[in-house]
């Protein structure tokens, strides 16, 4: 997803299936600063630069890591107020940026050499 930085709290959330037909979330959050795994909920902080920024979360491997079960698919995804939403999507896997289409890339400003008289 490529979220814009308000510098206001911010949280989303992912409700997702495992293998074993349990539902569980992952809740990302800039005012949090510790993880914590509980039976049904993942918590964990974030932090975001200023400006523009691409979150890659992937789901497979957190939900591996945290409950040690298969991702099978997300149910819901909830983003919560205080930020700019550009683009949220789904991938197979990680592209580099050079395979990305236009619209799902994250541009930076380019700086303007200033020139010496």
Not at 9 to 25: A, H
Not at 82 to 92: E, G, H, K, S
Not at 95 to 102: A, N
């Amino acid at each position: 997803m490529i979220i814009k930085n308000l510098k206001k709290y911010f949280t989303f959330e992912v409700l997702i299936l495992d293998d074993k037909k349990i539902r569980r979330r992952f809740r990302a959050s800039n005012y949090q600063s510790t993880t914590r795994v509980k039976p049904f909920i993942c918590t964990m902080p974030m932090r975001l630069d200023e400006g523009w920024n691409q979150i890659q979360f992937n789901l497979c491997d957190f939900t591996r890591r945290a409950y040690g079960t298969n991702y099978v698919e997300t149910l819901r995804v909830q983003i919560h107020a205080n930020c700019r939403i550009r683009r949220v999507y789904f991938c197979d896997r990680l592209y580099s940026e050079s395979e990305l289409p236009p619209e799902f890339k994250l541009y930076l400003p380019v700086q303007q050499k200033v020139a010496a008289s």
